[in-house]
């Protein structure tokens, strides 16, 4: 059974940093990219940034480009994602998942707030 668990979000002042974790079990991580989305209130989920198996290719979103890092240890079946420089318009759930795309996990909730 294929699972996502997404940790580590919470609130945060501009400027801020979070790492949220994502802890991926039931199917075969290291030969799958996987890939963080977020959904801020009353919008679309969009992606945010994805890696490549063995993290030879890695993209972002522009909103986020040079902000955040995403990375994964396919040892611990987890992919991270580092965001610093926190704004205001980052606030959502964050999701990760594989590609192709499995059962969306509970996400974790980002709020950047002063």
């Known amino acids: 059974q294929v699972q996502l668990v997404e940790s580590g979000g919470g609130l945060v002042q501009p400027g801020g940093s979070l790492r949220l974790s994502c802890a991926a079990s039931?199917?075969?991580?290291?030969?799958?990219?996987m890939t963080w989305y977020r959904q801020a209130p009353g919008k679309e989920r969009e992606l945010v940034a994805s890696i490549s198996s063995y993290s030879t290719s890695i993209n972002y979103a522009d909103s986020v480009k040079g902000r955040f890092t995403i990375s994964r240890d396919n040892a611990k079946n987890t992919v991270y994602l580092q965001m610093n420089s926190l704004k205001p318009e980052d606030t959502g759930v964050y999701y990760c998942n594989s590609i192709p795309r499995r059962s969306w996990g509970q996400g974790t909730q980002v709020t950047v707030s002063s």
């Open positions: 039931g199917f075969i991580f290291s030969s799958k990219a």
